[in-house]
């Protein structure tokens, strides 16, 4: 379901061509001040208009109708829509018979029947990101944790003083690329999380796989610990006054259960799905191969705006976690 | 908690050196012949013995408590238990006070205040993964896909050829390496799957990440999409009477819903946390650096083990897709 | 949390006083024809203006924002508002220190550490039943059965043409009666529900006593059976094509599980807590008993607008069930 | 599914028949002093022998698999089964073709296609309360509040005198009563319980009605609220240092939320589906109308047994409830 959390509970809704889009968070302290300018940081940065992401304007003007009251969180459910405006629903009508690649104009049609709103994606939308990002800054003030995100490679590059002519030049081709973003969570106390099944690499992944794009996560050495020996990616405790652990190979995470030293983690995002490149594709009408240009303008690299969107995810799994907690209860 | 899934529900207990572990399977389908027997090929895949897995003969015969009525599912709850035996204590008591590296040790005390059962990991153990694979054999029973992982690489080798001289080198320097698994389940058909937040990779991971020892995964293309050009990754659909991608760079899922492409995805496993090299770590009564030789004959690659652990727990998560699938639902 | 529902979910959010209620609805079948106007019907029956109901006149008019595409629905998830108008917010300014008997005033302000929005109960006012019948609409549409609920009693009296008479005058005392439903669902097939412990019975009672104001529940014979022989409350299956049962003293659910007869229960509803009456409680500022008279008009009997939001909970219960039954699923 | 709770989680399996029968409570607090000893004053309350109960000697003593260690909790979850034994299989083999009425026998059957476990009522017996009262007896641990329930009447006899007589005229008929039992929980904070869907009484009623031959329940004043004028069953507070009720007839919860006085709830029960009784009814094979003469020896009154069991429900949801509330969380 589109749901995610058991404490801090966080729904959202919506067609990027629809009326509005939305998200419910329940499970909200009460009493935090809150406003809409609370939302406007993490929603510029995930906004389109940086080199590399479509230049469409989008209304994300967040509209609170619920859960706030004198400015603080009142406790029952909060809920925020955008409106959705400026949008070019003919750019969408060519491609019902011809689902673009990469895209889940297929798997949605499958789904649901063909009874799928397909403009703009519909409900698979990456605009569907932006509710998250605005449960992610409710979920970062509920956490008091410190979440930094960084896009840390672009089709491969990892230099970022090369990234505006890989850019130009992909987008000169019409083509698109991936990126690899890398998120760190300070402060998290040592004890979240459960052995089975909800480890906190569980809900992490959990969450970050459904941001739109995603093709793998790794916790602390990741896929490189595959390759190391175990004297090389064992974590031993060192002497101070509260244990703390030599190395962070395991991404802040033993057992399941956070211990104390910052999460890290890495996300791979594939490259933009609808490019303006000419592609070979099914006419699942006519049975034929045809020719597909995908309009609109697009993203060269849509991975550059999603660094906040994987702090929101983190942060919303780790409000939800830490509502629950034993270890935690037991100690406030 | 220790459950997953929705309506095919898997709940596993148990501590390494407890009386018994166990798992009981909720929402499995009636009538379904089911005997011990059909536990075994999974349970001896999994079993110690093979060269580069401990010696230690575990007691894995499993004990069916209910759920089962002359031969066959009855519908209602499935219990089973596996008594613990062969287990020696005495080599777990020195280790209370030095957390051993890469272990639980340090988290569970810190988030059940030390009252964890600290005997060969308790029930953070990887004999945990037992009862887990019993529930992917009704799984993948009650699914009728084909599920196949294979170990593709240990300690970075690739070529199988030169894996009993790796393996022998690092056992005799009292090391451990890890490894990667690949899983491909095909026969799965479009349709399963949410956009948010329950995407099918959303859900595989939640699942694999709570097996011990996992360090990421990735699905298709995984990392290496993040370095493609769209041009590249993209998967258009060619024509054949049933619509059929053309590569399978998303691993078989678009947009969190399977496309009818086999599910492919790879899952890292770290080196075995246990080794019998000195280690150098904290006493956390004493707060001294100490050397640690863990004792106990160990895993030089656990990873040895892990692919028929990894074949359940996808089983278990596409059993559980499967029963609430409208698509699927409307077609039966 | 503020959501009910594995399959079919529905969560709801807003304040009487605030910008907007509304109701999120998870897990609809794509392609049913659904517009504004099939909500009507149902909102009306809920609406005030009956004898005995409060004459404040709501803005009622759902706005639908997501989920429908073409006049029908989509699969993806449907948000319905309804927009706030026509409060008179300064009535209830005075009841901050003095907590309406009867009301969550007290509670809400406990749980939520004073935080909560105050104006028209909040969160908890009977007006959030209207996003609830909407959900029912759309529910009742994806069931197919019959759903009918008729108030059999106000204040005792069982004779509906008394009602009038009664209404007028507990009206003129300034004070109020409550009432009991009687719900039935028809064409309602065998074998939903779990024994434990989702059986339709306890989804249908926690569904219920969400309704504002619920005091009771019972099915069949409900209270009366413990009263009864058994050989007066068994229910034997009797002769016909398909099982039928003789009497239905088990309102329609055994072990649990319904049986194909119709389901039938009961609901006790509480006489309306604001009352025109002087009361005497307590000002939890000063600490004194004072005398309190709320202002505003209220129900008299609020019971009589519950029969559509009764039958509203039992179809979002039992379209819940619907799509993840085995024999349902495996015969269709 | 068979399972219940989000934070205290339990889970019950197993046939009445069948090798065991058995219970798995997650998120139970670590360190709690816990020993078989512990269960068996509450077994006790439920074993048979008692007048008015069936004379068979089930085997209840409980064998604890995991969560234990050096007699305390660990925080893992803990695994109890009961081994059945002196069952009389025989007894049944004859009842496959005729439903008994008042029975799950039917509605299992259809359930789960013919394949549920006939022997003893299989996992729709009342045996299955024997892990909920172990289950209970944990929670009541972890709430640490006062648990009472009691029988209030039996086959609408409210004086405890005259019990005896009726249970042995209803005996020498072979037939059988019903009761009602009033359970009363002290000590619990206010701020408990979601205004929606999860109020006090929702997840309370849930629970209460997955107790096999549960026909109703009311909080209260109940069923007679509905009958009572708004300056009746108003509850005012009155003045003390902490604020109280004057009334109770809310049951301990406004708006779905502990209002801080006692919960207090009343459950009724039906009376004994199993008579000695000849009773008329369907054999399903060959369509005919029969004489069924359930055999075996069974409870004249088995709600003689039941207070144990329903103060077991209700500490399994108010331990489910204490471990996720903001103000209880905020407090500590």
Chains 1, 2, 3, 4 share one sequence.
Not at 208 to 223: A, L, Q
Not at 269 to 289: D, H, M, V
Not at 302 to 323: G, K, M
Request: aromatic letters at 6%; charged letters at 25%; proline letters at 5%.
């Amino acid at each position: 379901m589109n749901t995610f959390g058991r404490n801090f509970k966080v729904g959202i809704f919506g067609e990027s061509h629809g009326e509005a889009i939305g998200v419910v968070i329940d499970g909200v302290k009460a009493g935090m001040p809150l406003s809409k300018e609370d939302f406007m940081e993490d929603i510029l940065r995930r906004k389109s208009g940086a080199k590399g992401t479509t230049p469409r304007v989008e209304s994300d003007e967040p509209e609170i109708l619920s859960g706030i009251y004198e400015g603080h969180t009142t406790g029952a459910p909060i809920a925020i829509i955008f409106r959705n405006s400026n949008t070019r629903s003919s750019d969408y009508e060519a491609l019902k018979e011809v689902p673009r690649p990469g895209h889940a104009d297929f798997t949605a049609s499958v789904k649901w029947n063909g009874f799928n709103d397909p403009r703009g994606g519909g409900h698979f939308s990456g605009r569907l990101t932006l509710p998250l990002v605005a449960a992610g800054v409710i979920a970062k003030k509920q956490c008091g944790f410190s979440f930094k995100a960084d896009l840390t490679e672009i089709g491969g590059e990892v230099d970022k003083a090369k990234w505006p002519d890989l850019l130009a030049a992909t987008a000169k081709e019409g083509d698109s690329i991936g990126g690899v973003v890398e998120c760190r969570v300070d402060g998290v106390p040592a004890g979240l999380g459960e052995p089975f099944f909800d480890s906190v690499e569980s809900l992490i992944s959990h969450a970050v796989f459904s941001i739109p794009g995603v093709r793998g996560i790794e916790f602390g050495d990741g896929f490189a610990a595959s390759r190391l020996h175990g004297s090389e990616h064992n974590d031993p405790l060192v002497a101070t006054k509260r244990p703390m652990l030599a190395k962070n190979g395991a991404g802040g995470v033993n057992g399941g259960i956070t211990n104390g030293a910052p999460i890290v983690f890495r996300v791979a995002f594939k490259p933009t799905s609808s490019i303006a490149k000419t592609q070979r594709t099914l006419n699942t009408k006519t049975g034929e191969i045809v020719d597909l240009n995908v309009p609109g303008r697009h993203d060269v690299c849509f991975a550059l705006r999603t660094p906040v969107i994987v702090e929101a995810v983190a942060a919303i799994v780790l409000a939800d976690l830490l509502r629950c907690q034993d270890t935690v209860f037991s100690r406030l």
